[in-house]
């Protein structure tokens, strides 16, 4: 006890006082965090670079396999490299993307002018939004404020806290069907509180770890409990009807999916703090001399809601009633407004002279979070284009043995498998199940199992993105805060993939039976 | 505003050409086939030697005509008597053309075999990376319908392929893929295309780039150096920092 109150000065003593530790100007996304390295991290540093020239070469110069065009295998060798650097960082990351793209235009994987467009993709370009939209929620203390009276109502212990934006990013995600808004909205909340319980971008501990990785983990495993959750989402139900027939509603897949996604989360709350990244007992709670009664009095202090704050709220309020409205666009304004312009639109607003907030200089713009995702975009986008994506998956397939005879469970279980971890080699959601969902159909067409009780089952995987920081735009923007490494995220992906598999699995034992979907 | 005319007037020439040859083979219709395979094996020096097998489902009165890219040296006929089998013009264009009796036709296979020299680009200087241009065309100008087409473009030995810029038919939607594989063949690499119907006037087309499968080992040496000046020069990563003074953000 006498260890956790000491623990507790000590950070707030360290940190500079309440001030400091929640003044967000101090931890700006545009610089490049500087963490500390473990032992095993440095070591994954040091033989890292040697260990991706490897690969790499291993790949470029092996005798081409029939199925693959040479500038697949070219490809698939940069973007290995990349992998292998992005897990181990024998250099930052956005370097390793930059390498990246050279790399796919030296060695003929993909054209120059592909390569360089990447970075005018929607994405890119929502991220941009989306941040200047986040810095208006910084600059006006609106989320400070929101995070005072989260943590004021819930933060009395870390378990608490944690549970709290869960069930935040599941209230939102029904809502706004892009992952990447939701991260932003809530990353300026998360900052503070991670900072009330001492984990700054410069001085990370537990808690932070795992209320990032947590809700690294929400945003994208809640969108899997609804059809309309991500764009992937609706293409696989697409997919999945052109190519069998069959129909699947709304419902069907909440009704299926969605307790499968609540038991996951629930697990993965209740083991992430307690066995993949222990909380040490004084990061179970605010390090804050005084504990939640200065946090009250900070509050207090901040006084009435501020005409900026207001602004700030109706701005953000207009761009998330467009990303909810989305459906309604058509009949309203006779076009749709796509979450990228809804962002833009704020993002003017916000610029407006006397109407806005902030001026550009104020933005928070972390631009080497745009080239490690351009960088990731291109590898991704060249193993699709390329065909090395779609040849790697068959040929998992065709050594795998599934023919007929084999037992449905078996199947299942490969089909769920592959699927889930597939996401690991994948940039982008919607690129993974336009190549996985057909295979997944073929299979079950071939071995005369019903096609949506493996269809269905593996789609509810399409969300599950939350191995590396390249494999979802959430990922990127959380993980631009430096309060995880790439190892952390790793191990609690891993786990909680895996877990997924075991859930789905049982799942398709039991509930989706009930349900009809599996045999 | 030059390059929509440019594809304006190409599109205009695809379709008088496509025109003019199902004119020269109208007297051809009503006849079908219930395979068309076609193999090009390719050379280094750019030749070809091109064997099509035909099954006929259904005969007609009219002799049946085979686009071709250039005047081929010496045809070889199997199936049909070799009279029956000749080059033909129709306007500068060359054409085999075979005479398919009728009352012979159901179930008979008919296969020629020629050589056509300079069949890709193989000699002068390749275009960047080694690469150079190998285009395929069929356009089903005979037929009322081709059950099963196939074609096998088998490249010289040693050589790979590098990509693949365009293929007709384009896969009608997402998620599906254009029926081209790439698969090995005696030691050598062969694109096979495949469809399941080719009707009259239909076409298959594919654009790709080829080139030698040997890679220049330049690379590989300086990768291992700079993998070997790494271990050596950077051994301080692997200090824990408590050393050096802690690092300031700017």
């Known amino acids: 006890m006498a260890d956790m109150t000491q623990g507790r000065d000590a950070a707030a003593t360290a940190g500079g006082g309440l001030d400091d530790l929640l003044d967000l100007d101090k931890h700006k996304l545009a610089q490049v965090p500087e963490r500390k390295a473990n032992a095993a991290e440095r070591w994954m540093k040091y033989l890292g670079l040697p260990l991706g020239i490897a690969v790499f070469l291993l790949v470029f110069y092996m005798p081409l396999p029939a199925g693959l065009t040479a500038s697949g295998q070219a490809v698939l060798a940069c973007f290995a490299l990349a992998l292998v650097w992005w897990v181990c960082e024998p250099v930052p990351t956005y370097l390793t993307s930059l390498i990246l793209m050279i790399a796919l235009v030296f060695t003929d994987g993909w054209d120059q002018e592909h390569v360089l467009g990447v970075l005018g993709f929607d994405v890119i370009w929502l991220n941009v939004m989306a941040f200047v939209l986040s810095s208006i929620l910084v600059k006006t203390a609106l989320a400070k404020r929101l995070a005072l009276n989260l943590i004021i109502r819930f933060g009395h212990s870390a378990s608490k806290m944690l549970l709290a934006f869960l069930v935040l990013q599941l209230c939102l995600a029904p809502l706004i069907p892009a992952t990447a808004p939701r991260a932003v909205m809530t990353l300026p909340l998360m900052m503070v509180v991670a900072a009330i319980y001492g984990s700054t971008s410069d001085k990370v501990n ?11 983990l929400g945003v994208n ?11 992937a989402n609706l293409i696989a139900i697409s997919l999945i009807m052109s190519l069998s027939g069959e129909k699947v509603f709304y419902t069907d897949w909440m009704f299926a999916n969605l307790p499968v996604v609540l038991v996951t989360m629930l697990l993965a709350w209740f083991l992430g703090p307690r066995l993949l990244i222990r909380l040490k007992p004084e990061e179970r709670r605010p390090v804050i001399a005084g504990g939640i009664e200065t946090l009250k009095r900070q509050l207090e202090r901040m006084g009435k809601v501020s ?117 690991i080699f994948f940039t982008s959601k919607t690129m993974r199940v336009i190549i996985m969902m057909p295979i997944v159909v073929a299979v079950a067409q071939q071995l005369g199992f019903p096609v949506l009780a493996l269809a269905l089952p593996a789609a509810f995987t399409t969300d599950w993105v939350i191995t590396l920081p390249i494999n979802a735009k959430p990922n990127v923007i959380f993980f631009s805060t430096g309060q995880f490494s790439v190892l952390d995220n790793i191990k609690y992906g891993f786990v909680v993939s895996t877990l997924g598999i075991i859930i789905l699995t049982l799942a398709g034992m039991t509930w989706f039976r009930f349900l009809g979907i599996t045999p | 505003m030059s390059a929509g005319k440019g594809t304006m007037m190409r599109a205009l020439t695809g379709a008088a050409a496509l025109l003019l040859l199902l004119g020269a083979a109208m007297p051809a219709r009503g006849q079908e086939l219930s395979r068309y395979e076609e193999t090009v094996t390719l050379e280094a020096d750019g030749s070809a030697r091109v064997r099509v097998v035909l099954q006929v489902r259904r005969g007609g009165a009219a002799p049946v005509l085979l686009p071709l890219r250039a005047a081929p040296g010496a045809l070889r006929a199997e199936g049909i008597d070799p009279a029956s089998a000749r080059i033909v013009h129709r306007g500068s264009r060359p054409f085999i053309e075979l005479d398919l009796a009728p009352e012979s036709s159901p179930g008979r296979t008919v296969a020629v075999e020629y050589s056509l020299p300079g069949y890709f680009k193989a000699g002068g200087r390749p275009g960047p990376f080694g690469n150079r241009k190998l285009d395929y065309r069929f356009a089903n100008v005979s037929f ?39 698969a090995r063949a005696g030691g050598r690499l062969a694109g096979r295309i495949e469809l399941s119907r080719l009707g009259l006037g239909e076409e298959v087309a594919l654009s790709c780039t080829v080139r030698s499968g040997r890679r220049s080992p330049w690379l590989l040496f300086a990768l291992a150096v700079l993998a070997a000046a790494w271990l050596l020069f950077y051994r301080d990563v692997l200090q824990d920092g408590r050393r050096a003074p802690p690092a300031k953000l700017p």
Do not use: C
């Not at chain 1, 932070?208 to 990785?213: A, I, Q």
């Open chain 2, 144 to 182: 009322a319908a081709v059950d099963r087409f196939s074609a096998a473009l088998v490249l010289p030995d040693g050589w790979v392929f590098n990509a693949v810029s365009r293929f007709v038919p384009e896969p009608e939607k997402e998620g599906m893929v254009a029926p081209f594989a790439i």
């Open chain 1, 221 to 231: 495993i809640f969108s899997s409990g609804f059809m309309t959750g991500s764009t």
């Open chain 1, 307 to 423: 005409f900026n704050e207001k602004k700030a709220a109706a701005i953000f309020g207009l761009v998330i009633f467009l990303w909810v409205t989305d459906r309604f666009h058509m009949a309203w304004f006779g076009f749709e407004i796509n979450p990228v312009m809804a962002a833009m639109a704020g993002a003017v607003i916000t610029f407006l002279p006397k109407v806005g907030i902030i001026k550009w200089n104020e933005a928070d713009i972390p631009w080497h979070l745009m080239l490690f995702s351009a960088g990731a975009y291109a590898g991704g986008l060249a193993l699709d284009n390329s065909g090395a994506a779609r040849w790697a998956i068959d040929n998992l397939f065709r050594h795998l043995h599934v023919g007929p005879g084999t037992n449905f469970w078996v199947v299942y279980v490969i089909v769920i498998a592959a699927n889930m971890y597939a996401h």
């Open chain 1, 206 to 216: 537990g808690f932070g770890r795992n209320l990032f990785l947590q809700n690294l």
